[in-house]
């Protein structure tokens, strides 16, 4: 017991990680106690390990899923991809981590809820870590008339930088044509942003910018994609 209490304050497991691997231990030690007890009465063990056996496996199959998620938080605190405080984002779920304990993760979404992940998902799906990333690459993509020049686009951008949320100066602003027809030209502006919760503001921002460049009659930039870099 206190091998494990040392582990745990070593590697600054949660109370419940210890507890438990403290009572997994216990009852090993008690069950091998039994089976030399009935070893020393000369009692067969043979029909009790079959049936313990049996009662394993059902165990087992019975608890597949809390077996998966103190495996993933196994991996949690072994490889530590993200630690409380950090920005991170699993499968769908983007939010900053509020808590880790044995069964699942804790995240406060963007939209202030809570997103409880199991720890399981973390065996299966890949964890994109933006406080350790630092830069997000942002796309918006629009259509322009064909006789419209651009080649301001990015020097009007940059200097505009202050007033774009969490805007990451020469970090690499791109404009690259996507598509052509007779009329117009589809475009896809590149830029990078300090911190993913600015994105939204950074993009309604950005698309004004790129709206001084059109015609008084024409409309303005269409819906942009977005994707932080990982």
């Given amino acids: 017991k206190s091998f494990i209490l040392q582990v745990g304050k070593d590697y600054r497991l949660p109370p419940a990680t210890v507890r438990l691997a403290v009572t997994i231990v216990t009852y090993g030690v008690l069950i091998i106690a039994f089976v030399c007890v009935l070893a020393v009465f000369n009692i067969q063990l043979y029909p009790l390990i079959l049936s313990l056996g049996v009662l394993s496996a059902v165990v087992v199959l019975g608890s597949q899923l ?11 605190y072994v490889e530590k991809p993200f630690v409380i ?17 044995i069964r699942s993760t804790t995240l406060k979404g963007l939209n202030g809820l809570d997103i409880t992940i199991p720890n399981s998902t973390f065996l299966t799906t890949s964890i994109t870590n933006y406080t350790r990333t ?3 690459l942002i796309e918006v993509s629009f259509t322009m008339p064909r006789t419209i020049n651009l ?3 990015i020097d009007a951008v940059k ?4 007033s774009i949320p969490g805007f990451v100066a020469d970090r690499g602003e791109r404009l ?3 598509g052509i027809d007779k009329d117009d030209i589809q475009y896809e502006l590149h830029f990078w942003v300090s911190d993913p919760r600015e994105s939204e503001a950074a993009r309604s921002r950005v698309i004004d910018i790129i709206g001084q460049f059109y015609p008084g009659d024409t409309k303005g930039p269409g819906d942009a994609a977005k994707h932080p870099s990982r």
């Fill in 151 to 153: 080649s301001g686009l």
């Fill in 176 to 178: 690259y044509k996507k």
């Fill in 159 to 162: 200097a505009r930088a202050s």
């Fill in 134 to 136: 630092k830069h997000y």
């Fill in 66 to 76: 809390l077996i998966s998620n103190l495996l993933g938080g196994a991996v949690v």
């Fill in 85 to 101: 405080g950090d920005l991170i984002k699993v499968g769908d779920s983007t939010g900053i981590v509020k808590g880790i304990n």
